[in-house]
């Protein structure tokens, strides 16, 4: 299995543009995870899906992100408009419930800088 | 409450053991974890314990479980270069997610 896919890996922006980030989860894992590292804060989780299904967005800064997963194998996270701010690197991972509890895997992440 | 807790550096010579440590105040995890994020990487998953358990080895690797103090450990013996990375406890309870600790960044020098 090739892991996570993430694309960009790297993304240069301006300040207002809008960013689309994009996630292939591994295949049969039905729960998928988006979070953001940045220095100051750490790793945030952002949002959460469960079978494609939103399950938990409180970790999304506000209206300017959004994620949607239309079916089991991608995902995007956007934000519209971007800011400075939200230069971050930005991780996807899934995972399914087993004998070890939650395992993630996480992709590679994208590296997102906002000028 | 959800919050674990992990000192930010350590620095260890080649050869020697390295501890990392980590607190949680949530006595109903029923699994922890031990994540590595290398360089320009995202987090790897290193091992895992049960809440049940108090010790559980994997090669160079030893978790320390203490479910009365809340505080787990990750002991790695004969500390190589190529562990130097940023380690993260993690823990899972009744939801679907981890709640990750603040890193503990290792640095390996010779």
């Known amino acids: 299995d090739a892991g996570v896919i993430q694309s960009p890996r790297h993304e240069v922006t301006e300040m207002g543009q809008e960013v689309t980030l994009r996630c292939k989860p591994i295949?049969?894992?039905?729960?998928l995870f988006w979070y953001r590292q940045t220095m100051m804060r750490g790793l945030e989780l952002l949002i959460y899906?469960?079978?494609?299904?939103?399950?938990?967005d409180s970790g999304m800064p506000e209206d300017r992100f959004s994620a949607k997963m239309p079916n089991a194998s991608f995902s995007t996270l956007k934000i519209q408009p971007s800011e400075p701010r939200d230069s971050a690197v930005y991780f996807c991972?899934?995972?399914?419930?087993?004998?070890?509890?939650?395992?993630?895997?996480f992709g590679p992440g994208t590296r997102l800088l906002v000028l | 409450g959800e919050d674990v807790e992990q000192s930010l550096f350590l620095s260890v010579r080649e050869g020697d053991s390295s501890v990392i440590n980590c607190t949680y105040t949530?006595?109903?995890?029923?699994?922890l974890y031990w994540y590595k994020q290398e360089p320009g990487a995202g987090l790897q998953l290193l091992t895992y314990?049960?809440?049940?358990?108090d010790m559980k080895q994997d090669q160079r690797l030893t978790v320390l479980l203490n479910k009365k103090d809340k505080h787990l450990s990750l002991r790695i013996a004969d500390t190589q270069t190529g562990d130097s990375a940023i380690y993260f406890c993690a823990e899972s309870f009744d939801t679907d997610k981890l709640i990750f600790g603040t890193g503990t960044r290792l640095q390996v020098f010779p």
């Open positions: 991972a899934s995972g399914r419930l087993s004998g070890a509890g939650e395992t993630q895997y």
């Open positions: 899906f469960n079978n494609n299904v939103p399950i938990d």
């Open positions: 314990i049960f809440s049940n358990m």
């Open positions: 295949s049969g894992h039905d729960y």
């Open positions: 949530d006595s109903s995890s029923t699994y």
